[in-house]
Structures are given as structure tokens and as C-alpha cells.
């Protein structure tokens, strides 16, 4: 399904979100920078670009393993938090980060040994993006796409405490906003597209070479983080909500504290799928 015959971007898709990724989403599987790192054989002097960077997840992640990396995101406040993250973390003297569109790029930027895709793909034009991103490989360049992996099923059963009511706040975030999914301005009927590998095989590219890393681990939620999840995400945006934004985190805090009086939630940390496609200049 082409997302674009219902939808087109618009610069609040993501806008008020940025604050509570880093605490609301569930990070990658404990080793998938490692991984990454491995497969790609980074040794310190390659440039990465980090597409739809959001607040640097990947980007700050992998700085250690590259001479240099470039995260490009349309949102100013992912880009605000990305540069606090990676000062935190030490590596400002060899991370750059811009607002921008993918469909912006080449943007004057150069060639890139790695471009990344954290969970960012579906929301660029397919049709040329990809291209781009090929013609700024350096020969044997690797696009790396990094995910959930999709295919696992994933309960909180034998866990201490309940599992985040996910399809309850889903139905009161419909209550609130009506039931087709928001993005920005407009909505998507269809959800977003997930035929990356159709895609990027009609761009020239090889692949994908697929690795697992395996999740499973217990993971501890507080209400705050379950609240900062749904605020994370382009579909529960907090501008979204407009002036009835405070009554809808009440609401959502109510729901909560019923399903866990103690505030705390069970989760099991989901799998990563790597996917690696190489470019070959011929």
C-alpha cells in the first residue's frame, strides 16, 4: 500500500514528541550496536548517516565504531534532543546533527560508507530516497535498516507485574481522536508501508542479509514510561490532543493505575532485526 495516495507529510508529524522518546520507547535488543558494529566492520574512520536520526538512538549508539556521523531528522526537537545525548555521552566532537528531509539529501553531505534507518523508512518518498541514498555509497557502501523484530510473539506471563494495557490506551487515544490513526495533519487510513526489501531492490540494492538479536530480557515500566510511550509516538502526539491534552493524560494515568495499583508494568525486551543491503557501483 502506497501510504502517500492518503497521506502527506507535514513538519508537526512528530512535533511535541521528541521529550519523551528516549524514555517512553523501548530500546533495541542488548547488543544490536555490537552487532551492527561487527557486520560492518567499522573501525573507526567510516561516516555514517543516521536517516530519520530522531533523537540520536542509533546514531549516539554507534558514534564509538565511526570516524564520523551525520543524523539528519525533520523535527527540530529530535535534533535538540539528539545533540544532548550525544554530549552526554562524549561523542559531540564526532557526531553533526541537522534538520532535514531525507528528500532533501544529497544536501552537499558527500559519501557515506553506512546509511542507517531506525525504524524511519516508511516515512519518506520511496520512490526517490532510496535512490539518493545509493548514489551517496561509497562502492560497497551498506544500507543498514534496524526494527522490531516483527515475527516474534511476545507476553508478560510469568512475569511480577501486569503488562502495559496497550490495546486499552489505544482505544482511549480513538476516543479522543477519532478512530483512524493520526500522522501531522492528516491520518493513515492504511498504516504505513512494510515492503522495504521490494523497495530497495528496485533502487540496485543487494540483499538483505538478516541478524537477529535475540531479545526476551524482563523489562521494568513505570506509569511515567507507558505515559511517555504514548506521548512518543506521531499517532498520540501531544499537539494532537490540543487544549484537552492534560484530560487525556488524567484519563490515561486513571487507566494505568487501575490495571497496576503499584505503577509498575511487565514487559519482555523485544528482538532487533538487523537487515544489511549492500551497494555495488558496477
Known amino acids: 500500500m502506497d501510504m502517500t495516495a492518503d497521506w502527506q507529510w507535514d513538519e508537526t508529524l512528530f512535533e511535541g514528541t521528541a521529550v519523551y522518546y528516549r524514555r517512553g520507547r523501548i530500546p ?19 561516516r555514517l548517516l543516521d536517516v530519520g536520526c530522531g533523537p540520536g538512538t542509533i546514531g549516539v549508539a554507534l558514534a564509538p565504531f565511526f570516524g564520523e556521523v551525520v543524523g539528519i531528522d525533520a523535527d527540530a526537537g529530535m535534533i535538540a534532543e539528539a545533540a544532548l545525548w550525544a554530549d552526554g555521552a562524549g561523542v559531540t566532537d564526532r ?5 532535514m528531509r531525507a528528500e532533501e539529501l544529497p544536501a552537499g553531505l558527500g559519501e557515506f560508507d553506512v546509511v542507517a534507518f531506525g525504524q524511519s523508512f516508511h516515512w519518506m518518498d520511496r520512490a526517490t530516497v532510496p535512490a539518493t541514498i545509493r548514489a551517496m555509497l561509497r562502492p560497497g557502501g ?19 507485574h501486569p503488562a ?19 500522522a501531522g495533519r492528516g491520518t493513515l487510513p492504511h498504516g ?39 506521548f512518543s509516538m506521531s499517532y498520540a502526539a501531544p499537539h494532537l490532543f490540543g487544549p484537552r491534552s492534560d484530560e487525556f493524560e488524567a484519563e490515561l494515568r486513571q487507566l494505568l493505575r487501575e490495571e497496576s495499583p503499584t505503577g509498575l508494568f511487565s514487559e519482555r525486551q523485544p528482538s532487533t532485526e538487523v537487515r544489511i543491503w549492500y551497494q555495488f557501483h558496477i
Do not use: C, S
Open 95 to 99: 557526531t553533526r546533527w541537522l534538520r
Open 28 to 46: 533495541y535488543a542488548p547488543g544490536t550496536i555490537e552487532v551492527i558494529a561487527r557486520v560492518l566492520e567499522a573501525d573507526g574512520t567510516q
Open 164 to 182: 502495559p494495557p496497550y490495546a486499552a490506551v489505544d482505544e482511549l487515544v480513538k476516543r479522543y481522536l477519532g478512530p483512524t490513526r493520526r
Open 142 to 160: 551498506a544500507l543498514v535498516h534496524v526494527a522490531d523484530w516483527k515475527a516474534e510473539m511476545r507476553t508478560a506471563e510469568g512475569l511480577p
Open 192 to 230: 504505513t508501508p512494510g515492503d522495504e526489501a521490494e523497495v530497495l531492490a528496485r533502487a540496485g540494492f543487494d540483499g538483505p542479509d538478516q541478524h537477529i538479536v535475540r531479545g526476551g530480557q524482563h523489562l521494568v515500566r513505570t506509569e511515567d514510561d507507558v505515559v511517555a510511550g504514548t
